[in-house]
């Protein structure tokens, strides 16, 4: 059975603070790797894509993959309560998206 | 990016009956899927449907229970059949896409 883990938190940090996200996965073949963002009673929504391995910016968030370690992480800087939401890790192989269970975060102000 | 859209957005079911799930690609795409999310946890693939062919179902998902059908390219229905308050959940469909992969998904109670 191919996996894709989080821890489900929930995780709790103060406005400003930097949220560290984790993700491992178990499908080596796994090609690419997707953070969504979830807003109670709405559907995901795409933060963040990685291919590669090393780290990927984009504005406040940072995306970084080890394909040796099978490990995907989502970093969020300067944290605002409106980033509390669900937080889903996604690894595609063959076009198959699979997701993990979600990371529940809370920015507190 | 392909838009989805996906109707019913909602629906409130007697349980015994079933429900008709439309989803709506505005560009041609080989694959579909379709995904639940039950309440309170993740997104759990039902099942590949392609175009010309069955659908390709996971495991613990049968095709009596959500028959899928794929008559084009742009187009795919999922039904929740004989449905009890078990199948309350999420239905999202999807495709390949980078940016745009769910539509807005139908939020389904069985009572």
């Known amino acids: 059975q191919k996996e894709v883990e989080q821890n489900s938190g929930p995780l709790s940090v103060p406005e400003g603070a930097i949220a560290s996200l984790n993700c491992t996965y178990s499908d080596r073949g796994s090609q690419s790797f997707f953070w969504y963002r979830q807003y109670s009673g709405k559907s995901p929504e795409l933060i963040m894509f990685i291919y590669s391995n090393g780290d990927k910016e984009d504005g406040r968030f940072t995306a970084q993959l080890n394909k040796a370690s099978q490990y995907v992480s989502l970093l969020i800087r300067d944290s605002q309560p409106s980033d509390s939401a669900t937080y889903l890790c996604a690894v595609t192989e063959s076009q198959i998206r699979r997701f993990g269970a979600g990371t529940r975060l809370t920015v507190k102000p | 990016s392909a838009v989805i859209s996906q109707k019913p957005s909602r629906d409130i079911c007697q349980r015994g009956t079933s429900l008709t799930i439309q989803c709506q690609v505005d560009?041609?795409?080989?694959?579909m899927f379709w995904y639940r999310q039950q309440p309170g946890q993740s997104l759990t693939l039902i099942a590949t449907a392609n175009q010309g062919s069955e659908a390709t179902y996971e495991s613990g998902f049968v095709i009596d229970k959500f028959p899928i059908s794929r008559p084009n390219l742009t187009f795919s229905t999922l039904t929740v059949s004989n449905m009890s308050p078990e199948d309350s959940s999420i239905y999202l469909c999807s495709v390949p896409n980078t940016e745009a992969f769910f539509g807005q998904g139908t939020r389904l109670t069985v009572v």
């Open positions: 560009s041609q795409v080989t694959m």
